[in-house]
């Protein structure tokens, strides 16, 4: 209780002043969390008065997250933290530079010419940078070294450039460099073009374009070859004269194309996994390269859209307005990013066009360099492997076993003989015959191994028998390929009615380019001819079309060209066959509202395969009301299967003054029958949906639509159509207030799924936006409530070791076992002992989960009041804010839904964020008897590999603030608080910390340019479960701060640390009560100098020290230059 009357009492008697602003460098930014690594600011910042801020107001301990201030990088978790605050003084701006006397490169020995020595001068103007005279620029480039006695020396820097402009009356520039860590080679610059994250330099004139850097090739002018790769080399496009244009490429992939495919689960929203080409979990994808396509129909990207993509676990998730169903089917092209061997690529093209003839030539070529392997380093006998087999994939496989010795970091297994059986064994046995072995996944009872436990440096695999694991202890080699493609198109208008157009394509693939095995399916040809013609040229048109298409078996294309429904289009199971397409189609057309189509096709393959389709579409408008039909017949039959397929779409829509009224029908009954036995077989389908809708309003601005959906699924059942399931769907869709006070749009989507041979489901998708502002901002509400299922996975990742000074995470062996235990690992408070990073893995375990969210801002803004009298002037002094999200996952059991994102029971609760702040404001910003008391209370729980892990964190603050005399500010805080983590598996790392602090502080400020503070702050910790750690902690500091007219800064700190700490110091959860000092006394300080060279570069010098009591002193300087553009 004295405590609490001592810390309410302090704050009644306390004063304090708020300095002017003391430098243009000082930075508040609030940020949305979404990922655990931020990147603050583009350039380096001031670690003396960097805080960090959660939801509730309060500043976050330094223990809970990792800052490298060189690079103005934030480690925090985001799960833990939704949204922050940073404060924080930027750095003066400079760039680096080698300096020295004279340039050795240009020294000429004795018996050179001394006509060609150069005259070394001093520039004499005044500093301004001509770099990029005439060009409009935006951006830096920062480059320093920081070392010390605790690490080795590191070079960083950061580049972002922006250049545009003329170079001269014709030729334009334009250029983007961007890069947050360039390595140092010793000609002070980037190796090469591919240690950029993003650069590209490009020049244009109205007769050719030059662009060099990271470019995105793309042809989509070809029907046969449609492609677009990720590259980094150069591109030159040239304009010969009118008629004749030419174009070239040169340049390393960077992305390889893939094609994933799979069939949605019934309201599972996701992520789902993308698995790579060769079904393996762990790859990179290309951002922005992917097209996901849903039955069909292309999707967009976007929180806002259809959904989002986490590029580098390979998952995808569908917003909640995007309701997913188990009869999507979806396909994912996208590109990632294969590192297995050097691979080149050329495209050239050139483009001839007149009146009546336009005529094109495109070359390819990819090839993978054989003798340049990166991730995969080859031996004699791997070669061997591969050379013998051909273009087959299961035959390109090694075993991965191979001599190594025990060592930091490593796991090996040694060999065990049993009952004539051999397999691999983990052991530690420094005098056993020990082997480093991989595994990979094959698939269940395809291997002999199973995962028998995650460690902080990799998994352990345990030996269960022949085929009855998912592991076997071998790799796959992946064979260096080539691949190249030759296309020449051409349109030919004869008369102004006729059109033909033709295409020839040749490619060539080898599959192994050790191997001449099956080199004789290399090569293969595809063409096209198309003639179009116009019958009737008059209100109504009569148009023909005519084409075919061949295409050899063999024909290779980078990316798909038939469309991804192609086969399913056509039944078709495999077509590897060489194929015939002929199509003619008839158009009467008066315009785009109004018009028939009738289509006919025949397809062939050699293998057998034939088929006949009739299509019939058409759209007509009368008045308000559009009626609009799609329907095709396919007969189709192969050697294996007779099959004929129905489908009609049909569609009518009348349009009222402020409203419409709609419906829909959908069918489809494809009957696959086996030729011999004439039963149906399993992959025949049938379908049956209907739909209703009416909406009211402007579709594109205020609008509210109602609809409902049913829909019947036949399977066969005992060689019959019998229906399996039946779907009711209930939406609306709306946007019903949008104006400058208020936001309202509401979205759901209900669905009732009615199983013949399983469980019933329910399914509900449903968002709800709502903003508003009332009595002119003096109460303002922000609402964002979302409902959806999908699932969870628990995630895992392992611990890298990197260079001191360069990870965001420190191991502590607090066994003395020297092994890296997954509790062992911290983040590290100090960026000497950061030499670790933590990399998540591919998530292959998921558990099914019912979302429900909730977002909630209130702003009391009585402000608005300030020239009022009386009671209402009064409350003007007042501002209150309250934040509120809520993101809850339970287990999905059953048909129940998740609507109240309150339910935290324990048994069915997944993963949940729950964070909620109130701050109250009196005299805000003033510093006039300035008060605030924040409030928090939040609740993190985390689904990993390690276990389940949950977080909660309870406080209370005040802060009182005062300036008086011109001269003075005191500060004064206090805060109680309680944080509890709960770990599944590690007990060591449980506590439940209730914590006092109390901070006041003085601050004399001599002028605008000078200010001198010192401080104390006492902690007061107990852990009260496990094994009471107790600590009191004093802490005296002292700051000074210089900021001049002249642009330049010093600001140095010192700080002495008492830490009375009862239990032992070597355990996590001293770690996390000391703050990552130690038991005893504790110094830190650090000194800072700034200094603006001139009217674009600055320099910063940096140095930090820090001793205990028992160890000695550690000490880091930095220094860095920036040049702003």
């Known amino acids: 209780m004295y405590k609490k009357l001592l810390f309410f009492t302090l704050l009644l008697i306390g004063v304090s002043i708020q300095s002017q602003n003391l430098s243009t460098d000082f930075r508040k930014k609030i940020i949305e969390l979404k990922k655990d690594t931020i990147q603050i600011d583009s350039i380096a910042i001031n670690p003396l008065s960097f805080k960090v801020i959660n939801q509730f107001g309060l500043e976050v301990s330094k223990n809970e997250y990792q800052i490298n201030f060189t690079k103005a990088i934030l480690v925090i978790d985001a799960k833990k933290y939704s949204k922050i605050t940073v404060e924080y003084f930027r750095y003066p701006e400079f760039l680096t530079k080698t300096y020295a006397p004279f340039n050795d490169k240009l020294i000429l020995q004795n018996r050179t010419n001394s006509s060609t020595l150069y005259s070394l001068t001093t520039n004499k103007k005044p500093s301004e940078i ?65 240690d950029f994250d993003r650069i590209f330099v490009e020049i244009e004139h109205k007769n050719w374009r030059v662009k060099a850097g990271d470019l995105s090739l793309k042809n989509r002018e070809t029907f046969f070859f449609p492609f677009e790769k990720q590259v980094s080399g150069l591109e030159v496009e040239a304009k010969v004269n009118d008629n004749f244009k030419v174009g070239a490429s040169g340049a390393i992939v960077r992305g390889k194309f893939a094609l994933y495919r799979f069939t949605a689960v019934e309201g599972n929203q996701g992520p789902y996994k993308v698995f790579g080409s060769n079904n393996e979990p762990v790859f990179l994808m290309i951002e922005g390269a992917e097209r996901v396509y849903v039955n069909g129909s292309l999707l967009k990207r976007g929180e806002n859209e259809d959904y989002t993509i986490n590029y580098n676990l390979g998952e995808i998730t569908f917003n909640t307005t995007f309701p997913i169903t188990n009869d999507m089917r979806i396909w994912i092209e996208y590109q990632y990013a294969d590192r297995n061997y050097t691979r080149f690529i050329t495209y050239e093209k050139a483009e001839y066009t007149s009146e009546k003839l336009n005529i094109a030539g495109y070359f390819y070529s990819e090839n993978d360099a054989k003798n340049q392997p990166i991730q995969q380093s080859l031996t004699t006998d791997q070669q061997e492997i591969l050379a013998n087999a051909g273009d087959d994939l299961s035959k390109m496989v090694a075993e991965s076993a191979f001599p190594d010795t025990l060592g930091e970091n490593k796991i090996l297994y040694k060999k065990v003989t049993n009952n004539q059986t051999e397999y691999f064994e983990y052991s530690e046995n420094a005098q056993e015959q020990l082997f480093n072995v991989s595994f990979t996944n094959v698939g269940v009872n395809q291997g002999d191994y199973i995962l028998d436990r995650v460690t902080a440096v990799g998994n352990i695999y345990e030996y269960v028998g022949t085929n009855l694991g998912e592991y076997s202890p071998i790799i796959r080699l992946v064979a260096p390929t080539k691949s190249q493609m030759f296309v020449v198109k051409s349109d030919y208008n004869p008369t102004e009615k006729t059109v033909i157009n033709t295409e020839v394509a040749v490619s060539n693939r080898d599959e192994n380019l050790f191997s001449s095995i099956d080199d004789s399916q290399n090569a293969a040809l595809a063409a096209k001819v198309e003639w179009q013609q116009k019958l009737i040229d008059k209100k109504w048109k009569l148009q023909t079309n005519i084409n075919h298409e061949y295409a050899n078996k063999n024909f290779y294309s980078e990316q798909i060209w038939e469309g991804v429904e192609f086969n399913r289009d056509w039944n078709i199971t495999t077509n590897n066959a060489t194929k015939n397409f002929f199509q003619s189609a008839l158009t009467l057309e008066k315009n785009s509202a109004n018009f028939i189509k009738y289509n006919y096709g025949n397809l062939s393959y ?141 979205f759901a989507n209900y669905r009732i799924t009615e199983n013949a041979f399983t469980d019933n489901e329910k399914t509900l998708n449903s968002r709800v936006v709502y903003n508003q502002k009332f009595f002119n901002n003096f109460l303002n509400l922000g609402t964002v409530y979302e409902t959806s299922s999908g699932n969870i996975a628990r995630q895992d990742f392992v611990y890298i070791r990197v260079e001191q000074g360069l990870g965001y995470y420190t191991w502590i062996d607090y066994n003395n076992d020297g092994i890296e235990d997954f509790n062992e690992f911290e983040i590290a408070v100090f960026q000497d002992q950061a030499n670790y990073l933590r990399l998540p893995k591919p998530n292959l375990r998921f558990i099914a989960t019912q979302r429900a969210k909730i977002q909630q801002t209130i702003t009391l803004n009585p402000r608005v009041w300030a020239d009022k009298k009386g009671i209402q002037k009064l409350i003007s002094k007042f501002y209150n ?103 599944e598996n590690f007990n060591d790392r449980n506590f439940e910390i209730n914590a006092f602090e109390i901070q006041p502080k003085v601050t004399f400020l001599y002028n605008s340019d000078n200010r001198f503070s010192v401080f104390y702050h006492y902690k007061e910790k107990e852990n009260k479960i496990q094994n009471f750690e107790q600590l009191n902690q004093q802490k005296f500091g002292v700051e000074y701060f210089y900021i001049s007219k002249k642009q330049n800064q010093i600001s140095a700190n010192f700080n002495y640390f008492i830490n009375d700490f009862v239990g032992s110091a070597n355990s996590p959860v001293a770690y996390q009560m000391l703050e990552g000092l130690q038991a005893g006394d504790n110094f830190t300080w650090n000194v800072i100098f700034s200094q603006k060279l001139n009217s674009f570069l600055n320099l910063n010098l940096s140095y930090l020290g820090r001793k205990s009591e028992n160890s000695t002193a550690i000490h880091t300087g930095s220094i860095q230059l920036r040049a702003n553009f």
């Open 881 to 983: 804010q309250t934040y509120l999200t809520v993101e809850n996952e339970q287990e999905r059991q059953g048909n129940t839904f998740q609507l109240n994102p309150f339910d935290f029971n324990e048994n069915s609760l997944i993963s949940l964020n729950y964070n909620i702040r109130n701050s109250l404001y009196y005299n805000k910003n003033l510093n006039n008897h300035s008060v605030i008391y924040s409030y928090g209370n939040s609740q993190i729980k985390q689904q990993l590999f390690i276990g389940t892990q949950e977080n909660k964190i309870n406080l209370h603050q005040l802060d009182y603030a005062h300036k008086f005399a011109t001269f003075w500010l005191v500060n004064l805080m206090g805060k109680i608080s309680v944080n509890t983590l709960s770990t």
């Open 130 to 194: 001509k770099i990029f005279n005439g060009l409009e620029t935006k951006g830096f480039i920062t480059r320093g070294v920081t070392s010390g006695t605790n690490q080795n020396a590191v070079t960083n820097s950061s580049l972002d450039l922006e250049i545009s402009g003329k170079l001269s009356e014709n030729v334009i520039l334009r250029a983007n460099i961007f890069d947050t860590n360039i390595p140092i080679q010793d000609n002070g610059l980037s190796q090469n073009l591919t």
């Open 606 to 746: 050699d293998n057998g395969f034939k088929a006949n389709k009739h299509k019939l579409l058409s759209n007509f408008k009368t008045g308000k009301t559009t009626f609009s039909t799609k329907i095709s017949l396919l007969d189709n039959n192969s050697p294996e299967e007779i099959t004929t397929f129905f489908r009609a779409i049909g569609k009518v829509n009348h349009q009222f003054k402020n409203s419409w009224i709609g419906a829909k029908i959908n069918l489809e009954t494809n009957s696959r029958k086996n030729v011999i036995s004439n039963q149906f077989i399993n992959t025949s389908h049938k379908y049956k949906d209907y739909e209703m809708f009416l909406g009211v309003g402007d579709s594109t601005k205020i609008y509210a639509k109602f609809g409902y959906n049913f829909r019947t699924n036949d399977s066969i059942r005992s060689n019959s159509f019998t229906e399996i399931n039946n779907r009711n769907t209930f939406y609306v869709q709306s946007n019903l207030i949008k104006n400058k006070r208020t936001n309202l749009s509401i």
